[in-house]
């Protein structure tokens, strides 16, 4: 399994906005799909957003498309989320998680589909 460690979470205006990074280890990054969730308290775990092994798809949660951007960097083993025009309902603990093994372009939304998780980084979102 991989090793997942989350940073970039803080407290931010509404309409602000925050990039979390996520730190993978190993070498063999690109043999993982990666998603993002977040957990609000007293709620699920919700998917946010997903990313293929080559980076070449992405999908998204419908309450974040349009404001929020994963990304990869298959060199540094990075995954990342641009969080744009946040709301206060952003507010959550936010999850990186990966898939091995991964090579097919669908969306990948449910915490089960997921090998490895990082301990999560705190969003909160002011209004």
């Known amino acids: 399994q991989v090793q997942l460690v989350e940073s970039g979470g803080g407290l931010v205006q509404a309409g602000g906005s925050l990039r979390l990074s996520c730190l993978a280890s190993?070498?063999?990054?690109?043999?993982?799909?990666m998603g993002w969730f977040r957990q609000a308290p007293g709620k699920e775990r919700d998917f946010v957003a997903n990313?293929?092994?080559?980076?070449?798809?992405?999908y998204y949660a419908d309450s974040v498309k349009g404001r929020f951007t994963i990304s990869r960097d298959n060199a540094k083993t990075m995954v990342y989320l641009q969080m744009n025009s946040l709301k206060p309902e952003d507010t959550a603990v936010y999850y990186c998680?990966?898939?091995?093994?991964?090579?097919?372009?669908?969306?990948?939304?449910?915490?089960?589909?997921?090998?490895?998780w990082g301990q999560g980084t705190q969003v909160t979102v002011s209004s």
């Open positions: 990313i293929i092994s080559t980076g070449g798809s992405t």
């Open positions: 998680a990966a898939r091995e093994g991964f090579y097919g372009s669908r969306r990948l939304a449910e915490p089960s589909e997921y090998d490895s």
């Open positions: 190993g070498r063999t990054f690109n043999r993982y799909a």
